[in-house]
């Protein structure tokens, strides 16, 4: 049974520029959030997908945005970068259900420079 | 008002001993969920333990438990003969409100574990 996989497991980027990072949840789960986590910090949260839809938004700038395909995977879009989106970011799955657990992949470290 | 407070920046346990890492929460929520999870180096965050609100006994799961004291809004986690593959990250977790409104979780700062041999 696969677990949350997620691409790029590195990334160089420059200000200014655009990326996309990408995520696969675990077989079986409808549910897609991203988390953000800077060195040394606890992850905040920026979005969760479900049926598609932006389903719950954390305090983010709309320069981040995402998508969910039919397939419950996701992409996490983020534009106009700056040098404080350096991170670690995080996808977690989950299925609807009674706990909802959240089970996360590797994690994509950008580094904007 | 911070929502996940942990207050051990870091700490070291011998191997074999068990540790006890702090959590308090805050919430206004009836309903709500708290979890841990563990962040070795590589990145990945590792689920552990979950506590619902309404749940009556303290979660265990093997070496992990959790000490669930609901009047003081504390969940702490309960790490049993220590190992040294235990050195990681540990951060505690909550979710609140209806689930229907989508499971965002709140973390804490996180607790460095170090298990000397």
């Known amino acids: 049974d696969a677990g949350v996989t997620q691409s790029p497991t590195h990334l160089i980027k420059t200000r200014g520029q655009q990326v996309t990072l990408r995520c696969s949840p675990k077989s079986g789960h409808d549910t897609v959030s991203w988390y953000q986590q800077a060195l040394g910090q606890g992850p905040q949260f920026i979005f969760q997908?479900?049926?598609?839809?932006?389903?719950q938004r954390g305090n983010f700038p709309d320069r981040f945005s995402g998508h969910q395909f039919p397939n419950y995977s996701s992409e996490l879009n983020v534009n106009a970068l700056l040098l404080g989106d350096s991170a670690l970011y995080l996808c977690a799955s989950s299925r609807t259900g009674v706990r909802e657990t959240q089970y996360f992949g590797p994690g994509t470290r950008l580094l904007v420079l | 008002a911070q929502k996940i407070t942990q207050t051990q920046p870091g700490m070291f346990v011998q191997e074999k001993e068990a540790v006890t890492l702090d959590c308090t929460y805050d919430t206004s929520d009836q309903s709500y969920g708290l979890f841990w999870y563990k962040q070795p180096s590589s990145g990945e965050m590792i689920f552990l333990i979950y506590q619902g609100s309404y749940d009556e006994q303290n979660a265990t799961e093997g070496r992990y438990s959790l000490n669930f004291q609901k009047a003081r809004k504390s969940a702490n986690l309960v790490i049993s003969a220590s190992q040294l593959g235990d050195s990681a990250m540990y951060f505690c977790?909550?979710?609140?409100?209806?689930?229907?409104?989508?499971?965002?979780?709140?973390f804490g700062g996180g607790t460095r574990v170090l298990v000397k041999p």
């Open positions: 977790a909550m979710r609140e409100g209806p689930k229907a409104a989508g499971n965002k979780l709140t």
């Open positions: 997908y479900y049926e598609e839809e932006e389903r």
